[in-house]
C-alpha cells in the first residue's frame, strides 16, 4: 500500500481461529508486515489466498492497538466496534491446503531427521 502522505508498507488482514473444532470463532487482525522474511512469505502467499487456497499459519505480533469504529453498514450499522491492529514480525509455520509451505526439500526434511 503507498499512503499519500508516508512510506509504501505491506499489510495482511489475519483471521485467527479460536475455540472448539466444531465452534471455531474468528478474531481479525489488521497486521503492517515489517518482517523481512514475512513480507517475502507474504508476497509469495499472495497467489494461493487470491486463489481461495486454505491458508493456515503460525505467527508472531508486536505492539497489538485496538481502535473502535461505527459500523457505516448491515446488521450493526451505528453500533460501535473494535480493530485489532499489529505488527506481523514473523511466521512459526504455514500450510497452504494443509500441506507445508514452502515444501520441505529432501535436505531439509534430512538436516531435521
Do not use: Y
Not at 489466498?49 to 481502535?67: I, N, T
Amino acid at each position: 500500500m503507498t499512503p499519500e502522505n508516508g512510506f509504501p508498507f505491506l499489510s495482511v488482514t489475519i483471521a485467527a481461529l479460536r475455540g472448539p473444532a466444531d465452534n471455531v470463532q474468528h478474531t481479525h487482525f489488521e497486521c503492517v508486515v515489517v518482517g523481512e522474511e514475512a513480507k517475502d512469505l507474504v508476497r509469495q502467499l499472495m497467489p494461493a489466498v487470491e486463489a481461495d487456497f486454505k491458508v493456515l499459519v503460525g505467527f508472531h505480533l508486536s505492539d497489538l492497538q485496538a481502535e473502535t469504529f461505527i459500523f457505516k453498514n448491515g446488521d450493526r450499522a451505528g453500533t460501535t466496534g473494535i480493530s485489532l491492529k499489529s505488527r506481523l514480525l514473523r511466521f512459526q509455520w504455514i500450510k497452504v491446503e494443509g500441506q507445508p509451505f514452502p515444501a520441505p526439500t529432501a535436505e531439509t526434511h534430512n538436516a531435521v531427521a
